[in-house]
């Protein structure tokens, strides 16, 4: 769970983990947030990486996986600190990746129509991307900027090598074709953002967009 | 023209030399700068070596000049943007590593018996 200033969102999500019961550990990747963060996590009970400057989404998130794959986790579900995933959902993504045999299984917002709100600039963007993907690597994802993802000990291992650090959750997705990993895209309720505000503004929807294309588009030419 | 050269070029000089030394600057880039200066200097020395570069090189015209200007800048700056990388990579690695290993030492100090 990457978190950078989310103490108002933190604590819920992590006792919500610790609810599924046994063999589910909230593991926190603060990212030297300058409010209460790590110590309302380390509170509720969660395992506390405080990382001592800020490394952006990816390299918190690889920082998760590097855990993961250290301390021999077999599945490795990542969720945002904000809230806005359903934690109920995260024994679903872990058992499709099981029962399915993939490596990556992504929670999508948009496989059916659910019920979340979402402005219709970034609805847009994240289309253009999904179209982006399928064109470059044959892949159907609709929604390959969601953050709520499960990932086996294979996809642990090479992320935690390997892991794009300016938009990762399109740019992985490349990363994840080059790896022929096996990824499945499943339908997940989304609520709405209870604090904070997203790292992507309606505005700059159309900015990021191009970023992220380009970026993605250098990583199909990319050594491994 | 040929005093303000020179001064610039001392200038230039006396500057990177004073960076090295107060440690601000590291000497593998220093030397660089110094031979920067260097050659400013000695265009101010001895002012006909410009015409002197025109013919061995063939540019007769100052746009040509500063495109040579240029493109030493660009591929100094390029330089940096890599350096940058470099570093960048090895400051995530290193706060990544930090972060787990004080996570451990954390988990080891709770466990062991006061």
Known sequence: MPAYNEEHSIGGVVRNIKALGEGYHAIVINDNSNDQTSLIAQQEGAIVIDLPCNLGIGGAVQTGFRYALANEYDVCVQVDGDGQHPTEKVPYLSKTLNEEKCDLVIGSRFVVKTDYDISCMRRIGIQIISLFLWLSTGVSIKDPTSGFRATNRKAMGLFAKDYPQDYPEPQSLIFAHKYRFKVKEVSIEMKNRMHGTSSITSLKAGYYMIKVLLAMFIDLFKKP | ?114
């Open chain 2, 1 to 114: 023209m040929q005093i303000f050269i020179g001064l610039i070029s001392l200038a230039f000089f006396v500057l990177t030399f004073e960076l090295i030394r107060k440690r601000i600057l590291r000497e593998e880039y220093a030397i660089l700068w110094l031979f920067t200066s260097l050659f400013i200097a000695i265009l101010s020395l001895w002012p006909r070596m410009v015409p002197l570069i025109s013919k061995i090189t063939g540019f007769y015209y100052v746009t040509a000049l500063l495109l040579i200007v240029t493109v030493f800048l660009i591929a100094m700056l390029m330089h940096f943007s890599t350096v940058i990388s470099r570093i960048k990579d090895a400051n995530k690695e290193l706060t990544q590593r930090y972060g787990l290993l004080e996570l451990r030492v954390r988990e080891m100090e709770q466990n062991m018996p006061s």
